[in-house]
């Protein structure tokens, strides 16, 4: 079992950036890829960006790439999201998951992951 707390939300301007957290409970975070999802009101959530296990793979999904950076520092069970470049279409409310296992374009998809945290609203006004 993990537990997921995700912190580092808020309300920025268009342009800026924004690091999200997501702190794991347990001991055997490092076993774990993990992913950001994100929830926009009335829409589907959708990916954002995963990293394995080691830390060694990063997928992004297109409309995030070369702008968010994924990362995690597993001495501190933390995984991170940092955004930059943030635009009002990047609003949404932002989850954290970890799945038990997930490889290529099994990492981009939300039924690869078992866990899920509460999720911190993000908005950023144009």
């Known amino acids: 079992q993990v537990q997921l707390v995700e912190s580092g939300g808020g309300l920025v301007q268009a342009g800026d950036s924004l690091r999200l957290s997501c702190e794991a409970s347990?001991?055997?975070?490092?076993?774990?890829?993990m992913g950001w999802f994100r929830q926009a009101p009335g829409k589907e959530r959708e990916f954002v960006a995963a990293?394995?296990?080691?830390?060694?793979?990063?997928y992004y999904a297109d409309s995030v790439k070369g702008r968010f950076t994924i990362s995690r520092d597993n001495a501190k069970n933390t995984v991170y999201l940092k955004m930059n470049s943030a635009k009002p279409e990047d609003t949404a409310v932002y989850y954290c998951?970890?799945?038990?296992?997930?490889?290529?374009?099994?990492?981009?998809?939300?039924?690869?992951?078992?866990?899920w945290g509460q999720g911190t609203q993000v908005t950023v006004s144009s």
């Open positions: 990293i394995s296990a080691s830390g060694g793979m990063t």
């Open positions: 347990g001991r055997t975070f490092s076993r774990y890829p």
């Open positions: 998951a970890a799945a038990s296992y997930c490889s290529g374009y099994g990492c981009y998809d939300v039924k690869t992951y078992n866990y």
